[in-house]
């Protein structure tokens, strides 16, 4: 079991930035970032594999970028010109399971941090 503990999060208005951490106790095969909207929707955000591949959902190419550092066991996610329909609940995840994806069904991480919030104003 990985334990992963994020922080980071908070208000922000539209175009603001952010930089959101989750530090974890070891690495894994994938590990990433899941957000779960205000109404409940569970969305994947950004995703790294450890060969360094990652992958991003289509709404924050551009504007998110998801980095390691294996030395200090942190995963980050900085987020430039947010927007109010980022705003969400931010989970670390973390899984091995090779034969799967990384990113994909959130019902794949067995290890989840418990959240920061994001919010952001128009």
């Known amino acids: 079991q990985v334990q992963l503990v994020e922080s980071g999060g908070g208000s922000v208005q539209a175009g603001g930035a952010l930089r959101l951490s989750c530090a974890y106790s070891?690495?894994?095969?994938?590990m990433g970032w899941f957000r779960q909207t205000p109404q409940g929707a569970r969305e994947g955000v950004a995703f790294?594999?450890?060969?360094?591949?990652?992958n991003y959902t289509d709404s924050v190419k551009g504007r998110f970028t998801i980095s390691k550092d294996n030395d200090k066991n942190t995963l980050s996610l900085q987020m430039y010109s947010l927007k109010p329909e980022d705003t969400a609940t931010y989970y670390c995840?973390?899984?091995?399971?090779?034969?799967?994806?990384?990113?994909?069904?959130?019902?794949?991480?067995?290890?989840w941090g418990q959240g920061t919030q994001v919010t952001v104003s128009s």
């Open positions: 995840v973390a899984k091995e399971k090779p034969w799967q994806p990384c990113g994909g069904s959130p019902y794949w991480y067995n290890d």
């Open positions: 070891h690495s894994t095969f994938c």
């Open positions: 790294m594999k450890n060969d360094g591949t990652t």
